[in-house]
């Protein structure tokens, strides 16, 4: 039985990283590649975490002869996962807002220091990983990134929103729903 409630983990990563349909097990490989590469929010705040999925827009045509409807054209509903990261680091902010990193050092011994925003409007598509209370895997494929910083209870979050698109590999589905006893990605 799924309840989908609360959130206990969002990754992302790149999306050329989506080569195939995501079975559990490439589910599991990049998800653990998400992990060691470190790309992880670490902090979503307070009850900011949704997934919101538009209603479809259904227009009926009518038969002008007995008034009833005799056929449908239905548009499916916007599907959009979002939250707003209460502390971050340099790297997740320019992964998820553009823009770049600001480091410090010579090769090796670079510190990052800050962030710069991007000169030019960027696109950002990531797919998004993220594991609900009661273990379930919302992986989505495709999604363009919408972030901007905003002012949350006396602080500047990212409120981070995944625009879910249609994935750019054939046979991969926008949107997927695996429970981790069967991704098994955080075990050992």
Known sequence: MVTAAGIKRI???????????????????????????????????????????????????????????????TTLGDIAPAFSIGQYDWKTKAALMGGSVVETGEDGNKVAVGWKRPLMKEIINKALFCLTDDNVWFIFPNAQIVARESNTDKAIAIAVRGLVQTPTVEGVASEYNYGEDVVQALTA
């Open 11 to 73: 990754l992302f990563a790149d999306i050329d990283k989506i080569t195939a349909d995501i079975t559990p097990e490439i589910a599991k490989t990049l998800i653990q590649a998400a992990i060691t590469a470190k790309d992880e929010v670490t902090n979503v705040h307070g009850e900011t975490w949704q997934i919101e999925e538009t209603e479809a827009s259904v227009t009926g045509y009518k038969n002008q002869l007995n008034g009833q409807n005799y056929r449908y054209d």
